[in-house]
């Protein structure tokens, strides 16, 4: 199994088990979230998990915003499943990933702008 695999898995049976989603399953979901990126750095998988927060509330579709996350995920592994994202998405992720680059490993780094490039989000 693949580790991005795992990560969506693994997020994904949090959502499944919630059935009242509050402060201590945001919490399960952020340890969650961190041991899968452990090779990540990580203020940039925070960074990822605060917008993740964000879109929960200013959206209020969990399901939604667990998707988005999913995908990130696979990014920061090195891994992209291919998941659907916005151009506003990609945007977002080239100015993360921008304020963190002088901690980022130059793989890492190298890996995510090339997709952001190659979805048209340099500029």
Avoid at 37 to 57: M, W
Avoid at 71 to 77: A, E, K, P
Wanted: aromatic share 8%; glycine share 4%.
């Amino acid at each position: 199994m693949r580790i991005a695999d795992k990560l969506a898995d693994e997020l994904q049976e949090w959502y499944d088990t919630c059935k009242d989603i509050g402060i201590r399953e945001y919490d399960k979901l952020r340890i969650i979230w961190l041991r899968n990126l452990s090779g990540s750095v990580k203020g940039l998988a925070d960074d990822f998990f605060r917008e993740f927060l964000s879109r929960c509330t200013r959206n209020n579709d969990v399901q939604a915003a667990l998707r988005w996350l999913i995908v990130i995920g696979s990014i920061l592994l090195q891994d992209y499943n291919n998941g659907a994202l916005t151009h506003e998405d990609w945007v977002q992720i080239r100015e993360i990933v921008n304020s963190s680059a002088d901690t980022m490993s130059l793989d890492e780094l190298t890996y995510i702008m090339q997709l952001v490039v190659e979805h048209g989000a340099l500029n």
